[in-house]
């Protein structure tokens, strides 16, 4: 269910909102191929009319089922948005669709949820990564080339005896 606010609620006194939003009202799911959300979106929020426009502030919280981008980890990110705020204009060009006497906020919640997911989700700062097998120091990709002209791959070639018909 989408999250409504009545404007005639909240004509004489702010209002206090809070509960929660499921991921297919948020629309969250499947927008990055490393970020899940299978977890419901939790709202706390308060709205008070200003003189053209509604201002609702407050927090915003859900849990994201992460695969790090370095190990492909899985791992649980809580994304927080403590001082979340949305100006809602009421007149002019970029005024709120109101039905009913009711602005939906979801779209609004979506937008900066979806803003804040990680970039490049990582299980831990210092993640080092897939683990690789050891290799020899000379065996490094690109420390041939380097160790000495003779063991390059032209090298190689240019052993190679050709004869011309």
């Not at 008070?48 to 649980?76: I, M, N, W, Y």
């Not at 009913?100 to 490049?120: G, N």
């Amino acid at each position: 269910m989408a999250l409504l606010l009545n404007l005639r609620h909240i004509e004489d006194k702010n209002i206090r909102l809070e509960g929660e939003l499921s991921v297919q009202d948020l629309e969250i799911e499947n927008l990055d191929e490393m970020i899940h959300t299978q977890y419901r979106g939790a709202y706390d929020v308060e709205a008070q009319k200003l003189e053209h426009a509604v201002l609702v502030t407050g927090s915003l919280e859900v849990d994201l089922d992460c695969e790090c981008v370095r190990c492909l980890t899985p791992f649980r990110h809580h994304l927080v948005l403590d001082d979340w705020a949305c100006h809602l204009p009421l007149i002019g060009e970029d005024k709120a669709a109101v039905v009913s006497d009711c602005i939906d906020l979801t779209p609004y919640i979506r937008e900066d949820i979806v803003l804040a997911f990680p970039q490049h989700p990582l299980c831990k700062s210092d993640c080092s990564g897939l683990a690789s097998t050891k290799q020899k120091p000379e065996e490094t990709p690109g420390s041939a080339a380097l160790a000495a002209p003779d063991s390059s791959t032209w090298a190689a070639l240019d052993k190679l005896k050709l004869r011309a018909k």
